[in-house]
């Protein structure tokens, strides 16, 4: 089982950005896949970004522009860059690797003037 902890959150004005890490237990080398999703107030968890072994990603389409994943394998984390934050993008983020079927507490992300 692999433990994974989310860090990087909090209150965040509209337009601004700011960068989501999530630090694994053990070893990521031979993760075949990690992602991030994202659970909004009253609405159903949705998959935000994926990255694999070699580092492509894949994001889901409403993402696509202001969301970058990248994974740093040597120190067993990855990350998601958020820019030009919107209101839209409250929500708690967790990260998940599938092969360990392993997911993080989730981080609040709060987008408020």
């Not at 994202?38 to 994926?50: D, F, I, L, M, N």
């Not at 696509?64 to 860059?81: E, H, I, V």
Request: charged residues 15%; contains cysteine; glycine residues 8%.
């Amino acid at each position: 089982q692999v433990q994974l902890v989310e860090s990087g959150g909090g209150l965040v004005q509209p337009g601004g950005s700011l960068r989501l890490s999530c630090a694994a237990s053990k070893s990521i080398r031979s993760t075949n896949t990690m992602a991030w999703y994202r659970q909004a107030p009253g609405k159903q968890r949705e998959w935000v970004a994926s990255v694999d072994p070699f580092g492509v990603t894949n994001y889901a389409d409403s993402m696509k522009g202001r969301f970058t994943m990248s994974r740093d394998n040597a120190n067993n984390t990855m990350y998601l860059q958020i820019i030009s934050l919107k209101s839209e993008d409250t929500a708690v983020y967790y990260c998940h690797i599938p092969r360990f079927n392993s997911w993080g507490q989730g981080i609040q992300v709060t987008v408020s003037s």
